[in-house]
């Protein structure tokens, strides 16, 4: 049986009818870029994450980039980020003008160390993206507390957390601003690019309205530098259309996760590890094995696709060396880079390919290589 990693054409046959109805409306409306789908749709994910707005941009990287500038990030200030997240990352940060400053990862949850912070910072801090990477959030709450008593920004990459959850309440809704993709992989994916500022402020919501359209206040008024990272409304049609089913997706990707973790309860392959208080939505299941290469050929010869995510930390990345920073270590990232690998889990798996994956995580590595 062949488990490819993703299958997205599988998703768009599944969802066909809605997305027919959600595109012949917006067609008819002949209005394509903002407008009434792109309105609708924020408040309707705004409510969603249990915020009050959300801002419809091009794509997760400039959401990211649009959201420091609104909440007052500027050129050369410094922005504390982790070595373990997907480049767009620090690409969005670039974009803004300023200097991402990278620490290392908890090895428990692949997200950001809270207690590195303090030697990170430096009196160009502005503000921290912690990355709810793979779907589970980044522990917050010391975060938080820095940044009060610094008074620095707070900015979440939720790009793979749609539906998270910490302390009960949903990613996007703690920091000072988030910043969601909806690429076509994501949780919530459109069926092209698409991203959105999320905030529970009403003038860091304007900012980000105003940044992502030239910086126009009223029909050529241009009261701030912006530009040009607009949803188009066929994105915000489709990305309607599959919000009211985003909890029975990501609970099904929970119930996928169930399974591959009890098949690996007694590997030396180790599962991830939902925390205490917090809902991971399981963007990606990520795995450790210390033989990565036997692992990843084991399960190909099963005809099961796999993918790491990522193979390389940012600052090993030829484009980022001089990201390297200076008298601290990125070692957890560095190491983990070299053992994760990524299995198929999404919401449009088969019981039968589910089934599948999981008989193979029981039967490789060999049973000599359990502990105990
Ligand atoms: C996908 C992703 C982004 C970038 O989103 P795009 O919409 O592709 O620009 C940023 N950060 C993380 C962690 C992501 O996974």
Redesign the pocket.
């Known amino acids: 049986m062949k488990v490819p990693f993703l299958d997205l054409a599988r998703h768009v046959e599944a969802n066909r009818t809605d997305f027919d109805e959600a595109i012949e409306r917006t067609l008819r409306e002949g209005r394509f870029v903002l407008g009434t789908e792109v309105d609708r749709f924020e408040q309707e994910f705004a409510a969603y994450c249990g915020v009050e707005h959300a801002v419809g941009v091009a794509?997760?990287?400039?959401a990211?980039t649009i959201a420091l500038q609104a909440v007052g990030v500027e050129p050369g200030d410094e922005v504390i980020t982790v070595a373990n997240?997907?480049v767009?990352?620090i690409v969005?940060i670039e974009a803004a003008g300023a200097r991402p400053v990278l620490v290392d990862v908890d090895p428990a949850t692949y997200t950001l160390d809270p207690s590195l912070l303090e030697a990170a910072l430096t009196q160009q801090t502005r503000a921290i993206v912690p990355?709810h990477?793979y779907g589970q959030c980044a522990d917050l709450d010391p975060v938080l507390k820095l940044a009060l008593a610094r008074d620095l920004r707070v900015v979440e990459?939720c790009?793979?957390a749609h539906g998270a959850e910490i302390g009960g309440r949903r990613a996007g809704s703690l920091g000072h601003a988030a910043a969601f993709?909806?690429?076509p992989t994501?949780n919530l994916g459109a069926l092209g690019?698409g991203?959105s500022v999320v905030t529970r402020d009403h003038r860091t919501a304007e900012r980000a309205r105003l940044l992502r359209n030239y910086g126009e206040r009223e029909r050529f008024e241009h009261v701030v530098r912006g530009r040009n990272s607009r949803l188009d409304s066929l994105q915000a049609a489709v990305l309607r259309a599959k919000l009211p089913h985003l909890e029975t997706w990501n609970e099904r990707r929970r119930e996928i996760a169930a399974v591959y973790g009890e098949a690996l309860a007694f590997s030396n392959v180790l599962p991830p590890v939902e925390q205490p208080g917090r809902r991971h939505v399981y963007h990606l299941y990520v795995v450790r094995a210390l033989e990565r290469a036997a692992f990843r050929a084991a399960l190909a010869e099963r005809g099961i696709e796999t993918a790491v995510h990522y193979p390389t930390p940012i600052h090993l990345q030829p484009a980022y060396t001089d990201l390297r920073p200076q008298g601290r270590k990125l070692s957890v990232s560095e190491h983990l880079a070299a053992e994760i690998v990524s299995l198929p889990l999404h919401p449009d798996l088969h019981e039968d390919e589910v089934a599948h994956v999981a008989a193979a995580l029981r039967e490789i590595p060999s049973p000599s290589a359990t502990p105990g």
């Open positions: 794509n997760g990287t400039e990211i997240t997907c767009p990352t969005g990355v990477l990459d790009a793979q993709s909806f690429y994501k690019d991203g």
